[in-house]
């Protein structure tokens, strides 16, 4: 879109532009990262409004998608922290109010997005830019807001945990590393 003058295209044009290139990468970077489909819809469209009151400074960004992908990933960082600080408050509570339970509740098959949830968020986002989303441990570095160095070795630790965690003689089940790296280009499921 353009405004009268038809020579420079008006600032909600361009972030009509921008939003349809990249909505779904987006989405599906939230979800990835919070491992929820109708959270990660919520957190894309907060991500969407907080770029669009940014508007100005993302549109003249070098790497305007690279912008965004932080802002979705400093949102969802956020977001698993409110969610954990529930979960504790929900915890004590029940804690106070129930008998002890007999053992521990593990699940009996162990899919790629609940090892990706079982990550610490730092390893988990920097597994995911890295493998699932194909971006340089620089642009990474860039996103996280940290060295390019504690990039390569929170994917590498990530990925041997996931490793640890899809090992087929642990779990019983045929999987492995490559299901997380297949993550880039199959679509299971809504966003993966």
């Not at 009996?108 to 997005?113: F, G, Q, T």
């Amino acid at each position: 879109m353009s405004n009268r003058r038809g020579s420079v295209p008006s600032p909600t044009g361009e972030f009509h532009v921008f939003f349809e290139r990249h909505h779904t990468e987006l989405a599906r970077l939230a979800y990835l990262l919070l491992g929820d489909a109708e959270e990660a819809d919520d957190l894309t469209a907060d991500a969407f409004v907080a770029l669009w009151h940014r508007w100005d400074r993302v549109r003249t960004a070098d790497r305007p998608a690279a912008y965004a992908r932080g802002v979705v990933t400093n949102l969802a960082r956020s977001h698993i922290r409110s969610r954990s600080r529930e979960r504790r408050r929900i915890a004590l509570f029940w804690q106070r109010h129930q008998e002890p339970a007999e053992g521990p509740d593990v699940p009996a098959v162990l899919d790629v997005r609940e090892a990706l949830a079982r990550l610490p968020f730092r390893r988990r986002a920097c597994v995911v830019l890295r493998h699932a989303f194909d971006v340089s441990e620089r642009d990474a570095a860039r996103i996280l807001g940290i060295s390019t160095g504690t990039v390569k070795s929170q994917a590498s630790r990530g990925m041997a945990e996931l490793a640890r965690l899809l090992d087929p003689a642990e779990q019983g089940a045929d999987r492995s590393v490559e299901a997380v790296l297949a993550l880039r280009g199959r679509k299971t499921g809504r966003y993966t």
